[in-house]
């Protein structure tokens, strides 16, 4: 593609509108389209996957450009990242520009610190460098800079898998199962799938496949009584109903009315018929208590840093602190309290997060069972293994980019013991 000075101009301003980064970069662009509706097709891919490149490789840019500025960025990104070379863009850069340019190109990112070429900040990097060595932080970090795959959901209540694979490949769109996910499909390129029939009809929703393993994990049976605490837009919610083939009482709990409100027209397509989707105030919400001791499965996917999310959205680690990880670390051990709470004699709950850090993970699991011995943890391993998925991770199960070619998640399964009580 040959870059115009409008193109240039605009990704410029679309970085200029994003940087601050108050809200999260993927919204900020979505309005940032919306305001400028002369972007054709092509404009819009390619503002947003400089300014989502630029974000990825933020650290390194700005260690190296003199000027930090939109302009700049973008152009170090073009040609550092993107494979431009300054030929292509000679009619558009300045002599300076041109002299700098060459120099970034020049440069060995593997001659740089660890923060730099990992793009991690330092404070992050100190976290974790408390349980790993600085090659596996280094892999980490580069596999969070590579962009993620387009991952499907099979709605099974419609649909099976081999159907839809034949579907997509009739109309010559690269896909095929996932690795690990019974209901997944992972596709080679991105098409705009959200406008395509089988998205419409609700036979495919998007969903990573590391979100899905948690369905699974969680495993709920047809009949029973499920809560899932913290819904968001609802695409755990949707595939717990399809796992229960729609037979029991599944409630979908959050406390953003918005986030809610994008989940009914995904139920509407669903056709699912056991889903109750409720906003509620907090973890103590009475509609909450009046179900407490009732419930044979919970899922919690807590509130999180989101630092196993950085290829789909890499301003997170710009927005995310120490102090805002010490906040996340409070209500994420009042909300999984609560969440226990819920839970029959027998039940399971799955604690889940998207985020590689111990102390949003193993610890809050390790702190919740000291102060709550009627649970017991559950081997994540062998109740994947009952569902007939070979993944080994261990008692708890963690995701990486690297190894499963999903999001960094964590879960943790655990189970409500009859305790007998003892007298004083």
Same mark, same amino acid.
């Given at each position: 593609m040959q870059l115009t000075p409008f193109q240039l101009d605009a990704a410029v301003v679309a970085l200029r509108t ?20 002369? $972007?054709?097709? !092509?404009?819009? @891919?390619?503002?947003?996957?400089? #300014?989502?490149? *630029? =974000?990825?490789? +933020? ?82 970090? $580069?596999?969070? !800079?590579?962009? @993620?795959?387009?991952?499907?959901? #099979?709605?099974? *209540? =419609?649909?099976? +898998? ?142 999180c840093s989101g630092l196993g999310t950085l290829r789909r959205n890499p301003d997170l680690k710009w927005r995310q ?104």
């Open positions: 994003i940087l601050p980064l108050e809200y999260p970069a993927d919204a900020i662009l979505r309005n940032f389209f919306r305001e400028n509706p002369m $972007l054709g097709a !092509q404009d819009r @891919a390619f503002i947003a996957e400089t #300014v989502f490149g *630029i =974000l990825r490789h +933020r650290f390194f840019l700005e260690n190296l450009t003199k000027l930090v500025t939109p302009r700049a960025l973008v152009l170090a990104y073009l040609v550092k990242f993107h494979g431009m070379n300054l030929r292509e863009l000679a009619a558009l850069i300045s002599e300076t520009e041109t002299k700098w340019l060459s120099e970034i190109k020049a440069i060995h990112i593997d001659a740089l610190p660890l923060p730099v070429q990992a793009e991690f900040p330092e404070w992050l990097v100190g976290k974790l460098q408390q349980f790993m060595p600085d090659t596996d932080i280094l892999d980490l970090g $580069l596999s969070l !800079q590579k962009s @993620a795959p387009l991952d499907l959901r #099979v709605n099974t *209540i =419609l649909a099976k +898998r081999s159907e839809v694979l034949d579907t997509l490949k009739q109309e010559g769109i690269e896909a095929q199962e996932t690795p690990y996910s019974p209901c997944g499909i992972r596709l080679t390129g991105k098409p705009a799938i959200n406008r395509h029939t089988l998205f419409l009809s609700g036979k495919i929703e998007v969903q990573d496949e590391g979100s899905q393993i948690l369905g699974y994990l969680l495993a709920p049976k047809r009949g029973e009584m499920v809560v899932d605490f913290c819904a968001g837009a609802g695409g755990k919610s949707l595939l717990l109903g399809a796992l229960m083939n729609s037979k029991g009482r599944l409630y979908a709990f959050d406390i953003s009315e918005k986030r809610l409100s994008n989940l009914k027209p995904r139920f509407k397509r669903s056709g699912l018929s056991n889903l109750h989707a409720q906003r509620i105030a907090n973890e103590n919400d009475i509609k909450i208590k009046r179900l407490a001791g009732k419930i044979d499965r919970v899922l919690v996917d807590a509130p602190s120490p102090q805002s990880i010490e906040e996340l670390k409070t209500k994420q051990a009042a909300i999984l309290a609560a969440a226990a709470g819920l839970l029959k004699p027998g039940g399971r709950l799955v604690y889940a997060t998207c985020s590689f850090l111990p102390e949003e993970n193993q610890t809050i699991i390790h702190d919740f069972l000291v102060a709550h011995p009627q649970f017991t943890l559950l081997n994540c391993t062998e109740l994947l293994s009952q569902q007939k998925i070979p993944l080994d991770t261990g008692e708890f199960l963690q995701l990486s980019p690297k190894l499963h070619q999903t999001d960094g998640f964590f879960a943790a399964a655990l189970t409500r013991t009859v305790v007998t009580q003892q007298s004083e």
